[in-house]
């Protein structure tokens, strides 16, 4: 287990069902608090979930994003806030054990293994690599 004690699951509040004015994030947030609950003991790290206002995937909604300091941050789209929860606590399992948060498509539950739209390396990561590529 490692030690990381700042795991962000991030909604899309702002996301609309296609072709409807329906915003389902907040129905999102719910079920996912819910049965985050649920899965307790399960997943190794407390996850806060939250919501803001759009992340830029607005033609994949509803898009949910898996963030911590020293993780790679996940951009989700096409979650539906009934279908995809158990894919989600599955990701939060299996995020909150992932050292640096790097994973392939393959070991993504479910629908997260296609729908991801961005997987962004920890700023710390990042740097590292940088600072290897100029010497
Ligand atoms: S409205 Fe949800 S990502 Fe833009």
Same mark, same amino acid.
């Given at each position: ?44 790290? &407390? ?11 607005? &033609? ?25 929860? &158990?894919?989600?606590?599955?990701? =939060? ?13 393959? &070991? ?17 990561? =990042?740097?590292?690599?940088?600072? =290897?590529? =100029?010497?």
């Amino acid at each position: 287990m490692n030690t990381h004690q700042d795991h962000k699951i991030t909604v899309c509040t702002s996301c609309r069902h296609k072709g409807t004015q329906c915003r389902p994030g907040f129905e999102l947030i719910e079920n996912l608090r819910a049965a985050l609950k649920v899965a307790g003991d399960a997943i190794p790290e &407390d996850f806060a979930v939250s919501g803001v206002a759009c992340m830029a995937g607005c &033609d994949r909604p509803c898009t949910v994003a898996y963030h911590c300091s020293q993780k790679a941050t996940y951009l989700f789209g096409d979650i539906d806030p009934n279908e995809d929860i &158990d894919d989600l606590v599955a990701f =939060a399992e299996h995020y909150s054990e992932m050292q640096d948060g790097w994973c392939s498509s393959v &070991d993504r539950p479910g629908k997260l293994r296609t729908s991801t739209l961005a997987r962004v390396p920890s700023a710390m990561i =990042a740097t590292q690599s940088s600072m =290897a590529r =100029a010497s």
